[in-house]
């Protein structure tokens, strides 16, 4: 059934995107950060019925651009490449990170497809995991949370925030070979 707030059905739509993004480490308070910027370019063509009438599209935009900050800050000290080799020493782990996703894409509120969302988008996140003897365990969990797009075909659209929880167990064994035992709820 087609939702109230967008009146789109039998939609067909084929998307090539070009991911670009940049991620850059450094140490922050002596543990280990990340910052990362990304967006895409994506080209797409589809087809749909919109309250009830034919429309086609065909063209190539840009999509939103994301930045996030990661940071290690229990456990994850910032080592080069040489003093992980000798100076890493498996344990406990935890970490968080925010990411803002700013509507700087292609948008426009006429159109039922776009790149751009016309809306701001945070996710912050934290997350833990501990390495020993071979067993490995990661626990992480987020949410993201939306303003709404006051301008779509008319309308305002409204999403609830989502929430996410992760879990991995896994054993390794020698050779590079493991099982593992994944959530994701």
Same mark, same amino acid.
């Given at each position: 059934?087609?939702?109230?707030?967008?009146?789109?059905?039998?939609?067909?739509?084929?998307?090539?995107?070009?991911?670009?993004?940049?991620?850059?480490?450094?140490?922050?308070?002596?543990?280990?950060?990340?910052?990362?910027?990304? *967006?895409?370019?994506?080209?797409?063509?589809?087809?749909?019925?919109?309250?009830?009438?034919?429309?086609?599209?065909?063209?190539?935009?840009?999509?939103? *651009?994301?930045?996030?900050?990661?940071?290690?800050?229990?456990?994850?000290?910032?080592? *080069?490449?040489?003093?992980?080799?000798?100076?890493?020493?498996?344990?406990?782990?935890?970490?968080?990170?925010?990411?803002?996703?700013?509507?700087?894409?292609?948008?426009?509120?006429?159109?039922?497809?776009?790149?751009?969302?016309?809306?701001?988008?945070?996710?912050?996140?934290?997350?833990?995991?501990?390495?020993?003897?071979?067993?490995?365990?990661?626990?992480?969990?987020?949410?993201?949370?939306? *303003?709404?797009?006051?301008?779509?075909?008319?309308?305002?659209?409204?999403?609830?925030?989502?929430?996410?929880?992760?879990?991995?167990?896994?054993?390794?064994?020698?050779?590079?070979?493991?099982?593992?035992?994944?959530?994701?709820?």
């Amino acid at each position: 059934a087609p939702s109230p707030n967008v009146p789109v059905e039998n939609a067909f739509v084929r998307t090539d995107a070009l991911a670009l993004g940049y991620a850059r480490s450094f140490a922050l308070a002596g543990n280990s950060a990340k910052f990362d910027v990304q *967006t895409a370019r994506a080209c797409y063509e589809g087809r749909a019925d919109v309250a009830g009438e034919p429309v086609s599209a065909s063209r190539c935009e840009w999509a939103d *651009t994301k930045f996030r900050l990661s940071w290690n800050f229990i456990g994850g000290s910032a080592l *080069t490449p040489a003093e992980y080799r000798e100076r890493f020493k498996p344990g406990l782990t935890v970490g968080a990170s925010i990411q803002v996703e700013m509507p700087t894409g292609s948008y426009r509120s006429d159109r039922v497809l776009n790149a751009g969302t016309n809306r701001w988008m945070v996710r912050p996140g934290i997350g833990m995991s501990y390495l020993w003897q071979g067993w490995y365990f990661d626990l992480s969990t987020e949410a993201k949370f939306f *303003t709404d797009n006051d301008d779509y075909l008319g309308s305002r659209i409204s999403q609830d925030p989502l929430y996410q929880v992760q879990a991995h167990l896994a054993r390794y064994f020698a050779r590079g070979a493991w099982i593992s035992l994944n959530s994701n709820y």
